[in-house]
């Protein structure tokens, strides 16, 4: 099963109104009142230069890129989750995560004190298409002894798809594997 989630405009408007204004406040910066320069006109270039900056990264970050969550069966009934980023004709796998190792999956904002229900969280990883909370879940799965966190925005039926593969769903009682 493979889900693909949609990219939101919000990202791209954004990126785009950080460029612009990062060229606006350079712009103005750079001019001179009755040939004089303007008083700190060096700090006026900085937040030029970190506006543009912002920009860049969001539209690296979400713009361009594109995630693919994929469920995958093996034949001895346990399930993966894999996780491929694409960025241009670059595609790579950046998750790969065993469902007999997950501890629990939910809604962002579903359990408010998962870290104090299930332990502190050693590692975290965000792969969601857009910016915001509305659409994140939260998986948590033990890697050795170390609890990871991944955040992720799958549909309903994806997301519901996971669950019903987990191994306490379907009554295992194992607490590793290898």
């Known amino acids: 099963m493979t889900y693909k989630?949609?990219?939101?405009?919000?990202?791209?408007?954004?990126?785009?109104?950080?460029?612009?204004?990062?060229?606006?406040?350079w712009t103005l910066g750079s001019l001179s009142y009755n040939g004089q320069e303007l008083p700190y006109r060096g700090l006026i270039q900085l937040?030029?230069?970190?506006?543009?900056?912002?920009?860049?990264?969001?539209?690296?970050?979400?713009?361009?890129?594109?995630?693919?969550?994929?469920?995958?069966?093996?034949?001895?009934?346990?399930?993966?989750?894999?996780?491929y980023k694409r960025q241009g004709e670059r595609d790579v796998k950046v998750c790969h995560i065993s469902l007999y190792s997950v501890v629990t999956l939910f809604k962002f904002g579903e359990i408010t004190d998962y870290q104090a229900r299930y332990g502190k969280i050693d590692n975290r990883f965000n792969y969601c298409q857009n910016m915001g909370k509305e659409n994140m879940y939260l998986?948590?799965?033990?890697?050795?002894?170390?609890?990871?966190?991944?955040?992720?925005?799958?549909?309903?039926?994806?997301?519901?798809?996971?669950?019903?593969?987990?191994?306490?769903?379907?009554?295992?009682?194992?607490?590793f594997a290898m």
């Open 5 to 25: 989630p949609t990219p939101s405009k919000k990202q791209r408007v954004l990126s785009a109104l950080f460029v612009v204004f990062s060229v606006v406040v």
């Open 47 to 83: 937040a030029a230069i970190m506006m543009m900056v912002c920009g860049l990264q969001v539209m690296v970050r979400y713009a361009l890129s594109e995630f693919r969550y994929i469920l995958e069966d093996k034949d001895d009934g346990n399930s993966d989750l894999l996780i």
């Open 139 to 175: 998986i948590l799965y033990r890697d050795d002894d170390k609890l990871i966190e991944t955040r992720f925005e799958p549909d309903k039926e994806f997301a519901d798809e996971i669950k019903r593969r987990l191994p306490l769903q379907r009554g295992g009682d194992q607490d």
